[in-house]
């Protein structure tokens, strides 16, 4: 499978091409899928980050690379390892936390 990607990396990811008001370009994105996942099958579930939003329910604010910006959860999705370009590190044990609360939230609540 190559690389090793573990869940709350953030990764250099090539999000092109894409369609709508899908967040596009090549920018850094949280890998959200559990480990298993990562280390078993080819793709990888995503969240992109930017650093041009505004406080919304399914947006976390971060501050990562010492750029202040969001990890846009309300923009999921699945991407091909190959997508991947490089990695970035890795967010901080809060924000995690503050992923995981968003995501039960939305997926099941």
């Known amino acids: 499978m190559g690389m090793v990607i573990k869940q709350y990396e953030v990764y250099l990811i090539n999000l092109d091409p ?4 899908e967040i596009q370009k090549t920018r850094p994105c949280l890998v959200i899928s559990p480990d298993v996942m990562n280390n078993n099958i080819s793709t990888v579930i995503i969240a992109p980050m930017t650093t041009k939003s505004h406080a919304y ?3 976390v604010s971060i501050k990562f690379e010492d750029k202040k910006g969001w990890i846009v959860l ?4 699945t991407v091909d390892r190959v997508r991947l370009v490089k990695r970035l590190g890795k967010i901080k044990p809060a ?3 503050a992923v995981k609360k968003i995501i039960k939230e939305m997926l099941v609540d």
Do not use: K, M, S
């Not at 894409?18 to 008001?21: L, V």
């Open 95 to 97: 924000e995690i936390l």
């Open 18 to 21: 894409t369609i709508g008001h």
């Open 57 to 59: 329910p399914t947006r």
């Open 74 to 77: 309300d923009q999921i999705r």
